[in-house]
Structure formats: C-alpha cells, structure tokens
C-alpha cells in the first residue's frame, strides 16, 4: 500500500528545512554531529574580546552556543546557529540544565531578526510584573516556560477531552457565534451590524438552545469546547470570556451523563498531570446543602456543618 501524499507527519518537530534540532532535543550522544538550531538568545556572556557564550532557547529549552565575539547577538534575537556538539568539561557541566553536559562549538550564526530591549525581565517571576504591562506585550509574555507549558498543557487537555467523546460516539458540532439575544444569567455582548444600521447580533453566553436544536435535528449525541461571553462582573472564577466542554445527549439518564463526562475529565487530568484520577465521589445536593452549606463544595478542607440544636436547646442562645 503506497502512502498518501497528504499523510501526516509524525511527530517530529526537529526536521525543518532551516534547523536539524530544537535546542533541548541534543543530548551526549549527539557528540560530534554538525546541527542547526533557531530560536531566540536567551542569555550573553562575555568570556573574552574573541569568544562569547550564547543561550539559544525555543519552546523545548535551552543550548549553550560558543561564538565569535564579533558576533552582535543580544538577548531576544532571533537566530539560527549551526555547529559542532561537543562535550563540556568536568568543571563547566551544568547540571541545571538537561543540555548542560554539551555545548555547541565552531558555531556560525545568522541573525533573522533583531530586538529592541525587552519590557518585561527574562526570569521566571512573572507575578511581579504588572499584569497590564505583561498583557500589552503579550507574545513576550508567551515565551516564558511557565505561559508555555499552561497552553501547551491546554492544547493536550482539549486534545484529550475530544478522543475521550468521540470514543463515546459524540458529535463535534461548531455553533453560532452570531446570534440573536437569548435569555441567560448576564448580560450580553453585543456586535452592531454594517448591513443593518440600529441592528445588532449577541455573542453567545453558552450553545443552549443550538445544542438542543442538534438533539431535535437525531444527532443524538453532541459536544464541543465551547467559547462562552457573558458581560457581566469580573469575579476570581469568572471572566467575560471562557471555554467550557458543552455536552447534550438523547434518551439518557442521569447515570448516562455521569458516565459520558466521568471519562472525559479523566482523560484530561491523564494528559494534563500524568495520572488516572481515583473515581469521582458522588454527592446529592440534599447532603452538600447539609453538610457544607453549599451545592459546589470544596471537600478537601473536611470543614463540614455539624448540627448543634440540641446542645444549645436549654439555654439563651439563638
């Protein structure tokens, strides 16, 4: 059987035409071999007048680069070095790094795009920066491994999420996004027509009424990660804009919908920490009403109500 031309790829990030490896790919056993690596500098060191050290860094990690000094690459720079993988000696190991036993050596460089100073520090401590600052710049922020690893770990989870419900025989269905107001629980926003004037489309505070049309249409079985916009006030679990996992089914039970999401979530806590969550424990809201005082309750506080009535029958307290 001959391949498509239209087959995908596997998953191989390093064979481009302009770089043979991403940067944390070379390990020891790479000793030797002429690479390509791009990405953006991380870090300068000035070792001497004719040798500097270059971090070359992209989305997988770091390499150390050993180039001419007459090489003007400052940090954030967009570059592409081919050298020599050589092993560090003893004493210049560092092992801090999963690249820190190598270094690329004999390199030549090509500037692809230079840098003004970046706005935002280039260490970790992003919660010290003002969050407006980091939003105006926001594909700087991106470059941090902590924003990296968030939406790559969101990019695995929603990938997770879609094979668990196709499993089950759900249908992905895209739903409108311009659409007529509908009665919700805030206020919408709203988009103002060209074609119209006076005349305005809401954005959807969630596909309600579409996914129920989908189960009046036989789809039988529906979902999709769902852009939700609601304009209403900013709260610490809520924002004018999210993502939820919209679900509707035909001719089910309440068991029936337990037992669709239990295996979704699941799959997505496998892809996001690694592991298979315990069975999700079962509460009716009669119980978390009497017990926590609430029908979303965090349990693993263990801060439950406890009935005192009778302690306090015969005497003045109310």
């Keep these: 059987m001959t391949s498509s031309p239209y087959s995908l790829p596997g998953n191989n990030n390093s064979a481009t035409s302009m770089r043979t490896h991403m940067c944390a790919e070379l390990t ?19 070792h001497s007048e004719h040798l500097v050290f270059i971090d070359m860094r992209d989305h997988s990690g770091v390499i150390q680069c050993v180039v ?23 004493d210049t190991i560092n092992e801090k790094l999963p690249t820190g036993e190598i270094e690329l050596a004999d390199c030549q460089t090509e500037i692809l795009s230079v840098a003004v100073p970046s706005p935002l520090p280039r260490d970790e401590a992003v919660d010290a920066v003002d969050e407006t600052l980091r939003l105006r710049h926001r594909y700087i922020d991106m470059r ?4 990296q690893r968030n939406l790559r770990a969101r990019a695995a989870m929603n990938a997770a999420i879609r094979q668990a ?36 489309y809401a954005l959807p ?12 249409g036989g789809l039988d079985r ?8 609601r304009d209403e006030d900013l709260r610490a679990d809520r924002q004018f804009e999210f993502s939820q996992l919209d679900v509707e089914a035909s001719f089910v039970s309440a068991e029936d919908v337990f037992g669709f999401i239990e295996p979704a979530v699941a799959a ?20 978390a009403a009497e017990r926590y005082g609430s029908d979303k309750p ?18 003045e307290a109310r």
């Design 68 to 90: 001419d000094g007459s090489v003007d690459l400052r940090p954030e720079y967009v570059a592409q070095v081919t050298g020599t993988v050589v092993a560090r000696s003893d």
């Design 205 to 216: 505070q969630s596909p309600q009424i579409f996914k129920q049309l989908t189960m009046l």
């Design 298 to 315: 965090d349990t693993r506080f263990g801060m439950e109500l406890v009935e005192l009535t009778e302690v306090f029958a015969n005497t």
């Design 165 to 200: 419900m196709d499993a089950q025989d759900f249908v992905e269905i895209e739903t409108p996004m311009l659409i007529a107001s509908t009665p919700e629980g805030a206020r919408d926003f709203v988009v103002p027509s060209r074609k119209e004037p006076g005349s305005f």
């Design 222 to 229: 529906y979902y999709q990660i769902a852009r939700c916009l």
């Design 28 to 46: 020891k056993a790479d000793v030797g071999s002429q690479v390509t690596v791009c990405g953006w500098v991380d870090r300068r060191r000035e």
């Design 144 to 147: 941090k491994p902590r924003m």
């Design 268 to 287: 997505a806590v496998v892809a996001v920490r690694g592991h298979t969550p315990e069975p999700f424990a079962r509460i009716t809201w009669a119980d």
